[in-house]
């Protein structure tokens, strides 16, 4: 796919969110379901600390602020220690009709914490890439810290998800 058109694929994500997405994480598994869902595949994944990840999707993201499609402000977490990104669309970016399948998963994930779709996307990304049987338990052998506040409620979210998008598979144990 040229740069450009990936930049526009970023840029549609941010506007079928509903014109604003907050957080790197978030836009990285938002896309990563997109892609799974059958709603596109722009992007390429590999597993890193936080799930997937897509370097594609990352300098897309960049070139699409460049491009003046989107603007990104980073702000400093109230603990002051590390910083996150609001992604906003430019107005009057991307004025074509949208998928409201593809918008209703892009809103239902974006409602979530990304630790939740962290959680979510990580699963999905041990059945469907590593064919992992057990890719609940082996999300929470990876991610203790995290599993024992959001492993439930990013089951939960997963569940919702696959019951509106069947084409997602369903996640055992």
């Not at 977490?77 to 906003?88: E, H, L, N, P, V």
């Not at 409201?100 to 974006?110: D, F, K, S, V, Y």
Request: contains cysteine; glycine residues 6%; proline residues 5%.
């Amino acid at each position: 796919m040229d740069p450009r058109a990936e930049a526009r694929a970023v840029a549609r994500i941010v506007r079928e969110a509903g014109g604003e997405l907050v957080g790197r994480v978030k836009l990285q598994k938002i896309a990563y379901l997109l892609k799974e869902a059958g709603f596109g595949d722009e992007f390429p994944f590999e597993y890193k600390l936080y799930g997937p990840y897509s370097e594609t999707l990352a300098r897309a993201t960049q070139r699409a602020c460049f491009l003046d499609m989107i603007h990104e402000d980073e702000k400093t977490t109230q603990w002051g220690d590390t910083s996150y990104s609001i992604y906003t669309l430019k107005e009057g970016f991307l004025s074509e009709q949208a998928d409201e399948r593809r918008e209703q998963l892009i809103r239902l994930a974006n409602e979530e914490s990304s630790v939740v779709l962290e959680l979510a996307a990580t699963a999905l990304y041990f059945h469907k890439r590593e064919k992992d049987p057990t890719p609940w338990k082996t999300t929470r052998q990876r991610k203790p810290d995290k599993a024992v506040k959001f492993l439930g409620p990013a089951k939960r979210f997963y569940e919702k998800l696959q019951a509106s998008f069947p084409q997602l598979p369903i996640l055992l144990k």
